[in-house]
């Protein structure tokens, strides 16, 4: 099991995504710009992928809140 408290892993996965998403939208601009078609296609996947990533990563983040948020209801 991890050490990693689930809040951190999915602030951590969001920032992958983001930094996926930017690397990956550079490539687009350099492909569209060079006209590479193959280049370019395979950045746009890349850039949906990055996306559903961070997607996936703020509902990590956004469960691990609620579920604090509940313990704190049910201590108090």
């Known amino acids: ?14 920032r992958d995504g983001l930094g996926r998403a930017q690397a990956a939208a550079s490539r687009v601009v350099a492909s569209a710009a060079g006209g590479d078609a193959d280049q370019l296609a395979g950045a746009i ?5 990055a996306k559903l990533q961070a997607g996936a ?3 990590v983040v956004r469960a691990a809140d609620d579920t604090l948020g509940t313990l704190l209801d049910v201590m108090v």
């Not at 996947?45 to 992928?49: D, G, H, M, N, R």
Request: charge should be neutral; avoid cysteine; proline fraction near 5%.
């Open 45 to 49: 996947v890349e850039l949906q992928a």
């Open 1 to 14: 099991m991890s050490s990693i408290p689930i809040g951190q892993a999915g602030l951590q996965g969001l």
């Open 57 to 59: 990563s703020a509902k």
